[in-house]
T-cell receptor, first 113, second 115 residues
Framework: RKEVEQDPGPFNVPEGATVAFNCTYS??????FFWYRQDCRKEPKLLMS???SGNEDGRFTAQLNRASQYISLLIRDSKLSDSATYLC??????????????FGKGTKLSVKP | DGGITQSPKYLFRKEGQNVTLSCEQN?????MYWYRQDPGQGLRLIYY???????QKGDIAEGYSVSREKKESFPLTVTSAQKNPTAFYLC??????????????FGSGTRLTVV
């Protein structure tokens, strides 16, 4: 099982749609969870941390289910500017050859007019 | 403003040549990381350093070398032993804390092309 697994997409949605991304992780000892956004040919940028109780930032809602080792990101009222690749990121409690954070390969979102 | 600066933005390397990518941060972060990203692919860790004068190999360290003589700087050398170096290279840093608990801040990257 891959350590952090995401549906690669692409997700093609019209403006105004609601879209959900899912992610699973393999290490039950992981404690920190994030969603990053990466625009084409740019660096990843932190979108939001994910907390156990779930958290919201404007149109974005992140949820964590520790029992299922599952993380989600919901985007409501999609904008053209939301088009990007969304990376699910989980901390590695023991470090090692993957460092302190493990990055999923990302889910590509394309929002169309 | 604090941040991470990578230079150059674009770099062209001839076959058999060593090149060094620069990464400097003024965020006072202890840990620094180098990733490689190939088109349509995820991030792969090359090397990371938790403190000055110490670093660890990542998943794809072969053909690369690093140094960490100063807290602010973590240069990456792509040696001639790296047979397929064309890629997007990203440097990142993180503040001290429980491993990975604060996330990473990334530089804007260097695109390396072998000519």
């Amino acid at each position: 099982r891959k350590e952090v697994e995401q549906d690669p997409g692409p997700f093609n949605v019209p403006e105004g749609a609601t879209v959900a991304f899912n992610c699973t992780y393999s290490n039950s000892a992981s404690q920190s969870f994030f969603w990053y956004r990466q625009d084409c040919r740019k660096e990843p940028k932190l979108l939001m941390s994910v907390y156990s109780s779930g958290n919201e930032d404007g149109r974005f809602t992140a949820q964590l289910n520790r029992a299922s080792q599952y993380i989600s990101l919901l985007i409501r009222d999609s904008k053209l500017s939301d088009s990007a690749t969304y990376l699910c990121v989980v901390n590695s409690p023991y470090g090692g050859s993957q460092g302190n954070l493990i990055f999923g390969k990302g889910t590509k979102l394309s929002v169309k007019p | 403003d604090g941040g991470i600066t990578q230079s150059p933005k674009y770099l062209f390397r001839k076959e058999g040549q060593n090149v060094t990518l620069s990464c400097e941060q003024n965020l006072n972060h202890d840990a620094m990381y180098w990733y490689r990203q190939d088109p349509g692919q995820g991030l792969r860790l090359i090397y990371y350093s938790q403190i000055v004068n110490d670093f660890q190999k990542g998943d794809i360290a072969e053909g690369y070398s690093v140094s960490r003589e100063k807290k602010e700087s973590f240069p990456l050398t792509v040696t001639s032993a790296q047979k397929n170096p064309t890629a997007f290279y990203l440097c990142a840093s993180s503040r001290p804390g429980r491993q990975g608990s604060y996330g990473y801040t990334f530089g804007s990257g260097t695109r390396l092309t072998v000519v």
